[in-house]
């Protein structure tokens, strides 16, 4: 009977946790949309109460409206992505197809060559075969978050460096950057939704979820993620997932018995 207790009350503050990581879930993510919607009503009835207002008034209220709900749908976008991902953890991945990781961080470098340009960024790769198996969109997602994080934390001739290479179990993406400095002991916080340096996000870019989407990725796909802090500022985030040779390939067909008559 003691023996039962004990599990019983390990169960319930299981449970617990899981409630209060749910509703802080849900009140930040009511919060993050809660913002574009504000700024939105907020410029609407400005520019209305205003009788003076002209054809550019109305334009740079329009300007306003069309990124806030441009931001509000980018969220509603990770949101859905990242409960998708969540609940193929653990599980069995519906779509498991040969990929390599390579193919996502030269998606994600060409898509941020503008950014790179502007903040005058140094970026090295190291860009060996990274043959996996799952879903290719995922893994696609995984590289472009990593290095879109790696370009909105960094500062002006700063530098980012990303690697790929695999052996016969692992293959790995290793992304860096420079960047303001993080407390070692803030960087798992940095894995749960809408956090920034073990704290909570506020005014800054991004919904704060990137980082939760790789780690959720990662477990979809059998693997994991770890992030260590550089000195002067930045961060080294390392995803592996196991090899292609060691994981099978779902070929999505059903086989379709011949009956007799």
Not at 124 to 153: H, K, Q, S
Not at 192 to 198: S, Y
Not at 213 to 238: K, N, P, W, Y
Request: charged share 25%; glycine share 10%.
């Amino acid at each position: 009977m003691a023996e039962l207790a004990k599990t019983f009350d390990a169960m319930l503050d299981r449970l617990a946790v899981a409630f209060d990581s749910q509703k802080r879930f849900v009140a930040n993510a009511s919060h993050e949309l809660r913002t574009p919607l504000a700024v939105m009503r907020t410029e609407v009835d400005v520019t209305l109460a205003d009788p003076d207002a002209d054809p550019d008034e109305f334009r740079r209220m329009a300007v306003v409206v069309r990124d806030a709900s441009t931001r509000a749908n980018d969220l509603v976008d990770s949101l859905l992505l990242l409960a998708r991902t969540e609940a193929q953890a653990g599980r069995r991945l519906a779509r498991k197809v040969p990929a390599d990781l390579c193919t996502g961080v030269a998606q994600a470098l060409s898509a941020g060559r503008a950014e790179v340009s502007r903040l005058n960024l140094d970026v090295t790769t190291e860009l060996e075969p990274a043959p996996v198996v799952g879903d290719p969109g995922l893994l696609d997602r995984l590289a472009g978050n990593l290095i879109e994080n790696a370009l909105r934390y960094n500062h002006l001739g700063g530098r980012l460096w990303v690697r790929t290479g695999s052996d016969d179990t692992l293959a790995w993406l290793v992304v860096g950057n420079t960047g303001f400095e993080v407390e070692p002991a803030d960087v798992p916080a940095l894995f749960e939704p809408f956090r920034r340096g073990g704290r909570e996000r506020t005014g800054v870019r991004g919904s704060g979820l990137g980082l939760s989407i790789v780690r959720a990725v990662c477990e979809a796909h059998g693997g994991g993620v770890s992030a260590v802090t550089v000195d002067g500022g930045g961060l080294e985030v390392t995803v592996s997932l196991p090899a292609a040779a060691t994981t099978p390939v779902l070929a999505g067909t059903a086989q379709v018995k011949p009956t007799t008559g």
